[in-house]
Nanobody
Framework: QVQLVESGGGLVEAGGSLRLSCVASGRAFRTYAVDWFRQAPGKEREFVGAISRSGDNKHYHDSVKGRFTISRENEKATVYLQMNNLKPEDTAVYYC???????????????WGQGTQVTVSS
């Protein structure tokens, strides 16, 4: 069992930055890839990016490539989502999730966090 708790969301102006953290409890954290998703009001939950168990492999949605960076510190059971040059269209609730392999497929998610709100003003 893995429990995930996101933090770091908030209100930022366009062009600004935020760093989200996803802290995991449970000794099995190292055995899971971690994925980030987001959901804007009235829209489906969409993939943002993912990182492998070791941190060696990372994947990003095209809309965030070059602006967002995922990293992890397994000794701290924490994954980060660094978001730079934020745009109003990045406004959403951001969720971290654990899966056996990095994935953009919601059906492959084993555990979800509760989400953290990110709002980008224009």
């Amino acid at each position: 069992q893995v429990q995930l708790v996101e933090s770091g969301g908030g209100l930022v102006e366009a062009g600004g930055s935020l760093r989200l953290s996803c802290v995991a409890s449970g000794r099995a954290f190292r055995t899971y890839a971690v994925d980030w998703f987001r959901q804007a009001p009235g829209k489906e939950r969409e993939f943002v990016g993912a990182i492998s168990r070791s941190g060696d492999n990372k994947h990003y949605h095209d809309s965030v490539k070059g602006r967002f960076t995922i990293s992890r510190e397994n000794e701290k059971a924490t994954v980060y989502l660094q978001m730079n040059n934020l745009k109003p269209e990045d406004t959403a609730v951001y969720y971290c999730a654990a899966s056996l392999i990095p994935t953009s497929d919601l059906r492959r998610i084993n555990f979800w966090g509760q989400g953290t709100q990110v709002t980008v003003s224009s």
